[in-house]
């Protein structure tokens, strides 16, 4: 069988005799069409909102409003949806103040060249753009404490705004179980002690904390926690297909219109486990999500549910950044081993989790069952090894060194896009 493989902007091309089987989610069906049609979608969903009034009434009153957007690492088509809701809360209220709050999270700084990737030249000469800063304390406001016992600390703009609403999209995701949502506000505008709290070691060892599972995660819960506590009152989320274009929008209460959104996307991603494979081969989607190790660790765990123990994932990822986060490489070097490393994490309490502990949390559970090789930029391949994991500069010899661990017999499943497979037992 042969099959193409996301890696940064293009695609690595793979044919094998052993391979058994190819997993992918029925979001490559999914059809989008033109622009214009993308733009239907999303105003179309706007106009019959869920559980909640049109954005232009949302506005009326407001002096101040707030829309929170996505950063440089998620590949939201926000030309297709920030132009609408600005024309549509200006429509409710011409005099209305609108800040775009970019969510980072814990990430950097998104820049000006992204951010003109992202809206376009003209929004970002007309409108006013806030980058978040998690650790910037002058900008920061606590709102309370959260289920968890965290505290929850979020942007002042999004606290002191009259109107709070946001954008994003939704996908499986590896331990909330989907993104979008309500991670607009966590860990999108939050705190970096905020963000430690709610991915700590307890949760995510919590067997609810995993791909396409929201009931009883207790990730989720906070999560939606904060957004009652902030008061976020509107969404604009898409689901995006294979080609990063607009293939579904839901528009309305944060938590309703979030579900309606996960539920439907649910029905393409889901695919059964069956029998596990000696070598799973996966990527991360391709650019923007593969451009650093840090983000490939999200590929791998759809990989790790359908490989046998014992067996190898191989996680194409072009790293065109790099690693991606100083701790997680730090911490992954330093170790002696991924048996060491997960017994320091487990013994480390939620108000002193540390930056990056669940990405490299999440690696070394994969580790202690699965042997990891990467295919990516040379120029990690040092760092790579040092993280205990296996270097190939091309997918043909990563299968080669895995052939070599397996045998020749060996069953081969490739996963194409691992970021939008959630794998059912």
């Given at each position: 069988?042969?099959t193409e493989i996301p890696y940064g902007k293009g695609h690595l091309t793979f044919e094998h005799e052993n391979i058994t089987r190819i997993v992918e989610s029925r979001i490559c069906d999914m059809k989008s069409g033109s622009p214009g049609m993308q733009n239907k979608m999303v105003l179309d969903a706007m106009a019959e909102p869920t559980d909640s009034q049109h954005l232009s009434k949302l506005a009326e009153g407001c002096r101040t409003a707030v829309i929170i957007i996505s950063d440089h690492t998620?590949?939201?088509?926000?030309?297709?949806?920030?132009?609408?809701?600005?024309?549509?809360?200006?429509?409710?209220?011409?005099?209305?103040?609108?800040?775009?709050?970019?969510?980072?999270?814990?990430?950097?700084?998104?820049?000006?060249?992204?951010?003109?990737?992202?809206?376009?030249?003209?929004?970002?000469?007309?409108?006013?753009?806030?980058?978040?800063?998690?650790?910037?304390?002058?900008?920061?406001?606590?709102?309370?404490?959260?289920?968890?016992?965290?505290?929850?600390?979020?942007?002042?703009?999004?606290?002191?705004?009259?109107?709070?609403?946001?954008?994003?999209?939704?996908?499986?995701?590896?331990?909330?179980?989907?993104?979008?949502?309500?991670?607009?506000?966590?860990?999108?505008?939050?705190?970096?002690?905020?963000?430690?709290?709610?991915?700590?070691?307890?949760?995510?060892?919590?067997?609810?904390?995993?791909?396409?599972?929201?009931?009883?995660?207790?990730?989720?819960?906070?999560?939606?926690?904060?957004?009652?506590?902030?008061?976020?009152?509107?969404?604009?989320?898409?689901?995006?297909?294979?080609?990063?274009?607009?293939?579904?929008?839901?528009?309305?209460?944060?938590?309703?219109?979030?579900?309606?959104?996960?539920?439907?996307?649910?029905?393409?991603?889901?695919?059964?486990?069956?029998?596990?494979?000696?070598?799973?081969?996966?990527?991360?989607?391709?650019?923007?999500?593969?451009?650093?190790?840090?983000?490939?660790?999200?590929?791998?765990?759809?990989?790790?549910?359908?490989?046998?123990?014992?067996?190898?994932?191989?996680?194409?990822?072009?790293?065109?950044?790099?690693?991606?986060?100083?701790?997680?490489?730090?911490?992954?070097?330093?170790?002696?081993?991924?048996?060491?490393?997960?017994?320091?994490?487990?013994?480390?309490?939620?108000?002193?989790?540390?930056?990056?502990?669940?990405?490299?949390?999440?690696?070394?559970?994969?580790?202690?069952?699965?042997?990891?090789?990467?295919?990516?930029?040379?120029?990690?391949?040092?760092?790579?090894?040092?993280?205990?994991?296996?270097?190939?500069?091309?997918?043909?010899?990563?299968?080669?060194?895995?052939?070599?661990?397996?045998?020749?017999?060996?069953?081969?499943?490739?996963?194409?896009?691992?970021?939008?497979?959630?794998?059912?037992?």
């Amino acid at each position: 069988m042969r099959t193409e493989i996301p890696y940064g902007k293009g695609h690595l091309t793979f044919e094998h005799e052993n391979i058994t089987r190819i997993v992918e989610s029925r979001i490559c069906d999914m059809k989008s069409g033109s622009p214009g049609m993308q733009n239907k979608m999303v105003l179309d969903a706007m106009a019959e909102p869920t559980d909640s009034q049109h954005l232009s009434k949302l506005a009326e009153g407001c002096r101040t409003a707030v829309i929170i957007i996505s950063d440089h690492t998620r590949p939201v088509p926000s030309k297709f949806i920030i132009p609408h809701m600005l024309r549509q809360l200006r429509e409710g209220n011409p005099d209305i103040d609108i800040t775009l709050l970019v969510a980072t999270g814990c990430h950097r700084g998104t820049e000006k060249s992204e951010l003109v990737a992202k809206l376009g030249e003209e929004i970002v000469a007309s409108e006013k753009i806030a980058v978040h800063d998690c650790d910037d304390e002058a900008k920061l406001v606590s709102l309370g404490i959260l289920p968890s016992g965290a505290e929850l600390i979020i942007n002042r703009l999004a606290a002191e705004c009259d109107l709070l609403v946001a954008e994003g999209f939704i996908e499986p995701h590896f331990f909330a179980g989907f993104s979008g949502g309500r991670k607009s506000i966590l860990p999108g505008i939050c705190s970096r002690k905020t963000v430690l709290g709610n991915h700590c070691s307890a949760f995510i060892d919590h067997p609810k904390a995993r791909m396409g599972v929201l009931d009883g995660n207790p990730i989720h819960t906070d999560m939606e926690a904060a957004v009652r506590m902030t008061g976020l009152k509107y969404i604009v989320n898409v689901i995006v297909n294979g080609q990063k274009e607009v293939a579904a929008a839901f528009a309305g209460d944060p938590v309703t219109a979030h579900r309606k959104g996960c539920d439907f996307l649910m029905e393409y991603c889901s695919v059964p486990v069956g029998k596990k494979a000696d070598i799973v081969i996966t990527s991360n989607g391709g650019a923007p999500l593969d451009q650093n190790a840090y983000q490939a660790v999200k590929g791998m765990t759809t990989a790790e549910s359908f490989a046998a123990d014992g067996g190898v994932v191989i996680i194409c990822a072009e790293c065109a950044d790099g690693l991606g986060g100083d701790v997680f490489y730090e911490k992954m070097a330093g170790c002696a081993g991924p048996d060491e490393l997960m017994d320091e994490i487990m013994a480390t309490p939620m108000d002193e989790t540390v930056p990056d502990q669940w990405q490299y949390q999440i690696l070394v559970r994969i580790l202690q069952r699965l042997h990891v090789i990467m295919v990516c930029d040379e120029k990690i391949a040092p760092q790579i090894r040092e993280m205990k994991m296996d270097f190939a500069a091309t997918l043909e010899e990563a299968v080669n060194k895995a052939l070599a661990i397996k045998g020749e017999n060996c069953s081969i499943t490739v996963i194409p896009d691992g970021v939008s497979v959630i794998g059912k037992e």
